[in-house]
């Protein structure tokens, strides 16, 4: 672990990792409420395997904050963590449930994030009404009480900006390998995705004709339809 200084001097820590070759960019890990288990630095490995610098900042709350941080606090903590990453090239923001709730505020939030990416983000369908300022992408359990697909849908429909991809009998949790939620199928499938958003917006690769583009896409999209139910596509004109 590392030690890096929020915006308003507190001190937090820091799980690094480094690729063995120079770095194509930077891709910040965040944590879900359990914070930087040997779950998430195996994350923050497997970025920095794909030559990226990755770090994961352990979200702490300040005095008072009894049960985690508050948003205002962890925004300071991962802008902090951004600024500690780019200058080694773009920054992607990657994270995990209350993690992919923080990756999707970051987006419209920090300065120097090239992307986000979510995993089944807690508490995102409360922010479907502001547009996207970076492209975003989001990976969604379709079996999630949580996060049932009436809401989806909704956000869906009110979100066309965002690219939002949602994976069949999957639940909240399924990217964790030592979790009973645990969807090698989905896991996979979303690792691709997210590897190739961070290739296109960190790396600077042109884009294929990813279906499901959103309105950040610069190539034409495929108008077919759709021929399974994990790929949800932008809205009907």
């Not at 090239?114 to 547009?131: D, F, H, L, T």
Request: hydrophobic share 40%; net charge negative.
């Amino acid at each position: 672990m590392i030690e890096l200084t929020s915006g308003d001097g507190r001190s937090f820590s820091a799980y690094r990792a480094e690729p063995t070759d120079a770095p194509k960019g930077a891709v910040v890990v965040l944590p879900d409420v359990y914070g930087v288990t040997p779950h998430l630095q195996k994350e923050v490995e497997g970025f920095a395997a794909q030559g990226y610098v990755a770090i994961a900042p352990a979200l702490a709350p300040q005095e008072g904050e009894s049960d985690g941080p508050s948003v205002t606090t962890a925004l300071q903590d991962i802008q902090a963590t951004v600024d500690a990453v780019k200058g080694v090239g773009k920054v992607a923001i990657v994270g995990y449930d209350w993690g992919g709730y923080l990756a999707y505020v970051s987006a419209n939030s920090l300065s120097d994030v090239a992307c986000a990416i979510s995993y089944y983000p807690a508490g995102i369908s409360e922010e479907r009404w502001v547009k996207r300022k970076i492209p975003t992408l989001l990976h969604l359990p379709e079996n999630d009480p949580s996060l049932p697909m009436e809401e989806i849908v909704q956000f869906r429909a009110q979100r066309p900006d965002v690219s939002a991809f949602s994976y069949p009998e999957a639940r909240n949790g399924f990217n964790f390998d030592a979790a009973e939620s645990f969807n090698e199928a989905a896991a996979q499938s979303a690792r691709e995705r997210t590897l190739f958003w961070i290739s296109q917006y960190v790396e600077g690769q042109k884009p294929i004709a990813l279906k499901n583009s959103g309105s950040y896409a610069q190539a034409k999209v495929d108008k077919k339809k759709k021929k399974s139910g994990d790929d949800m596509g932008p809205p009907d004109a």
